[in-house]
């Protein structure tokens, strides 16, 4: 067995080769502690993994888009596509191969935006947004969308609080941080690095 320590990890744009996973920058890693990889294990494809991508899909296929900076502890899951064949609203929940157009109900891409954080064991489900600069607490089930810079927590996970006053958030996102070019953000860093609002918007027009 190959040895794991907390200190392995994987930088996602150098592992991931699935043609429906889209990643952003070459920032975003994925703890790998204990298990095969993030897709051996954190992605769960019922349709659209490399061991069937050479078949015909009966059904568009669920796209996971990840940000630039995302922070994944080890032993998450994010559950895509396929998976979506037992129908709540009908009688049975069973999913019978005659029927298993009839039964899917697509949930939609699933995006996790720039400077997000899923804690370990966190279950992110299909079709959901996790914004940026979010935080998924340690075991959590997220089911709906997660506010940017939010921390949310729990099995549905519910939001505990924000990380940050509603203006500052505001702030945060209008400057679209994760799209400045290399040379501006780490020339930046130290301030994004602390809480001094008013200190980085000084470091910004300075930088300009």
């Given at each position: 067995m190959t040895k794991k320590h907390w200190s392995k990890f994987q930088l996602l744009h150098e592992v991931v080769r699935n043609k429906n996973i889209h990643i952003k920058g070459t920032h975003s890693y994925y703890s790998d502690c204990w298990d095969n990889g993030f897709e051996e294990s954190v992605i769960r494809y019922l349709c659209?993994?490399?061991e069937g991508e050479n078949r015909e899909p009966n059904w568009h296929i669920d796209q996971l888009h990840i940000g630039d900076?995302?922070?994944i502890a080890a032993e998450v899951v994010i559950l895509m596509g396929g998976n979506h064949n037992h129908r709540a609203d009908w009688f049975c929940l069973y999913p019978f191969?005659?029927?298993i157009e009839e039964s899917y109900q697509g949930k939609g891409d699933t995006h996790l935006g720039d400077g997000c954080w899923l804690g370990m064991r966190a279950m992110i489900m299909p079709g959901v947004t996790v914004g940026e600069g979010a935080i998924v607490a340690a075991n959590s089930v997220v089911t709906k969308d997660v506010a940017p810079y939010s921390v949310v927590a729990g099995s549905p996970a519910k939001r505990i609080k924000y990380r940050f006053e509603p203006e500052i958030i505001d702030e945060?996102?209008?400057l679209d941080i994760y799209s400045w070019p290399q040379t501006k953000f780490d020339?930046?860093?130290?301030?994004l690095c602390g809480d001094d609002i008013d200190a980085l918007r000084q470091a910004i027009l300075t930088y300009a």
């Open positions: 659209g993994d490399r900076y995302v922070c191969m005659e029927f945060l996102m209008s020339a930046l860093k130290h301030h």
